[in-house]
């Protein structure tokens, strides 16, 4: 079968090349790929920054972004021939920690998780993929192409049902949320913001192609203006870019007792000057709380497949931007000025 693979830590290796098709031992369900999404990890990957094969072997299949349709499954799985499912991305450490031993592995203490198409575990971007059933999602066939989205949005989904706990401290309730970057960690957050009834902002610094309108079909408002504007009376800010100013800026952004959300994974290229004392100061005399957050367990997963059903169809499939086959998969790592989501579609 073919896939897209890479040799982990080595710039440009990644290639489309014919592999055997999964064994048995990989999961007792066999799923056909209709599609993988790229984001900023993949172009990572590829650029050779990071990245484990599986053991024993010298090379990774790239993909934690999935869609893919049953192929065979065994009875008393809940799945069947036909359904559509996405596979969750990381998988608990073999001791397990504590949380990993709860279904928590996104919240891993000792580092020793895998994950599909990054660390230790091949990845969705071939034409076939076993997996075991509990770590298969199904999704609305409804979505279409959408359900590809499912995987991002679970990030998201972490991130809000957090904010819902750290919100929870007291009676006080928060009412305007600013969201940092109209990527489609961005745009995700701010559907489920805006499904949570909030005011909702969103910042990114282009004027022309899809993510304006985006924002503003989703009854948003949008923002080209710096962070500290746009987020005048923010009690959320959740900062999706990964950029330092932009994270320096959210961190001093929210109103008193506000919370920041950070979601994006700076690059750690350069150095910013940072009054510390002053954030200090600020964190604590407003009660404002900063957290991190990165990849979801089984609960995220479920909470954002029930958010994209509720969601507009047409704006979901605008958040895809380009679809390209297999063959021209190195088309999909192109930066483009008005990408939102581009995808490998396999069938």
Known sequence: MRA???????????????????????????????????CGTDLDLVRGEFGAAPPGESRLVLGHESLGEVVDAPAGSGLAPGQRVVGIV?????????????????????????????KGLHGFAAEYFRMPARFL?????????????????????????????????????????????????????????????YDVHVLDRVTTGPKPDLVRDLGATYHTARVREAAEAADIVIECTGAGQVIADAMQAPAPSGIVCLTGVSSGARALPVDLLALN?????????????????RRHYDAAARALAEAEPAWLSGLITREVPPDRWSDALERRADDVKPIIRFA
């Open 90 to 118: 990381r998988r608990p450490d073999p001791v397990p920690c504590p949380n990993c031993a709860s279904g928590e592995w996104d919240m891993c203490r000792n580092g020793r998780y895998t994950e599909h198409g990054i």
């Open 4 to 38: 897209i693979t890479i040799e982990p830590g080595v710039p440009g290796s990644a290639r489309l090349e014919q592999i055997p098709e999964p064994p048995p031992a990989s999961g007792d369900v066999l799923v056909r790929t209709l599609a993988t999404g790229v």
């Open 137 to 197: 999602v199904p999704v609305d066939e409804a979505l279409g192409l959408a359900a590809v989205l499912l995987e991002p949005t679970s990030i998201v989904a972490k991130a809000w049902e957090h904010i819902d706990r750290l919100a929870a401290r007291t009676i006080w309730r928060p009412q305007r949320v600013l969201v940092t970057g109209a990527g489609p960690i961005g745009l995700l957050a701010a559907l489920l913001a805006v499904e949570r009834g």
């Open 281 to 297: 100061r600020a964190l604590v005399l407003e009660n404002t709380v900063i957290f991190g957050t990165v990849n979801a367990n």
